[in-house]
């Protein structure tokens, strides 16, 4: 069995994705951050970065209780443990992994700093929060590049994708708005339509 700590962001929602799109169990521990549950003394022992999402899985290698932290690790560790989602091929696991780093080290820092700048921050200031909005909506422009005349990121589906539509989804507003990007579009529903997606949105949401 794996625990999830998560709460509602898109970093949980990705490993709660792909949880159910490896069908492996777990069940959902919720930290509330606007309750500052993630600074308690017993969270702090699981993260001392005090962030979800966290996982506890109590069968890891050897048999061996595993705790791990930061979405992209545990995709991956989730990956390889149900053997789906990342090729074995090393020049298709690489193009994998360049589009999973893409989207936690560019997509997903932009979308961040929205949320920081436009919730968090004690200074709420909307040229900040334009900023990084214009920023991410330049690496989505990327994303739906690479999407002109393929069905996935890396051509065939993988964590790549599973990473990204969770900031699709909280972002979608801001890109109907700005329109142009008919490819993420067309990925993003049918991502949408998976129905572990929708049970992985739904246990961390």
Same mark, same amino acid.
């Given at each position: 069995?794996?625990?999830?700590?998560?709460?509602?962001?898109?970093?949980?929602?990705?490993?709660?994705?792909?949880?159910?799109?490896?069908?492996?169990?777990?069940?959902?521990?919720?930290?509330?951050?606007?309750?500052?549950? !993630?600074?308690?003394?017993?969270? =702090?022992?699981?993260?001392? %970065? #005090?962030?979800?999402? /966290?996982?506890?899985? $109590?069968?890891?290698?050897?048999?061996?209780?595993?705790?791990?932290?930061?979405?992209?690790?545990?995709?991956?560790?989730?990956?390889?443990?149900?053997?789906?989602?990342?090729?074995?091929?090393?020049?298709?696991?690489?193009?994998?992994? !360049?589009?999973?780093?893409?989207? =936690?080290?560019?997509?997903? %820092? #932009?979308?961040?700093? /929205?949320?920081?700048? $436009?919730?968090?921050?004690?200074?709420?200031?909307?040229?900040?929060?334009?900023?990084?909005?214009?920023?991410?909506?330049?690496?989505?422009?990327?994303?739906?590049?690479?999407?002109?005349?393929?069905?996935?990121?890396?051509?065939?589906?993988?964590?790549?994708?599973?990473? =990204?539509?969770?900031?699709? %989804? #909280?972002?979608?507003?801001?890109?109907?708005?700005?329109?142009?990007?008919?490819?993420?579009?067309?990925?993003?529903?049918?991502?949408?339509?998976?129905?572990?997606?929708?049970?992985?949105?739904?246990?961390?949401?």
């Amino acid at each position: 069995m794996i625990d999830l700590y998560a709460w509602q962001t898109s970093n949980c929602q990705r490993v709660a994705i792909l949880l159910e799109e490896c069908g492996l169990p777990y069940r959902v521990r919720k930290v509330d951050l606007f309750k500052g549950e !993630q600074q308690s003394p017993e969270f =702090l022992k699981l993260n001392p %970065a #005090a962030a979800v999402p /966290v996982i506890v899985d $109590s069968d890891g290698p050897g048999g061996k209780p595993l705790t791990l932290t930061q979405s992209g690790a545990i995709d991956v560790y989730l990956a390889e443990k149900s053997g789906k989602f990342l090729p074995k091929d090393p020049l298709a696991r690489v193009h994998t992994m !360049q589009w999973l780093m893409f989207t =936690l080290s560019d997509c997903a %820092a #932009a979308s961040m700093g /929205v949320f920081l700048l $436009s919730v968090v921050s004690p200074d709420k200031s909307p040229p900040n929060v334009s900023f990084f909005e214009q920023r991410l909506l330049r690496m989505l422009r990327v994303a739906d590049g690479q999407l002109a005349g393929r069905s996935h990121l890396a051509d065939e589906l993988t964590i790549a994708d599973f990473a =990204l539509y969770p900031i699709y %989804a #909280a972002r979608k507003a801001l890109v109907d708005a700005n329109g142009g990007l008919a490819n993420l579009e067309r990925w993003s529903g049918a991502i949408a339509a998976r129905p572990a997606v929708v049970r992985g949105m739904q246990a961390a949401a």
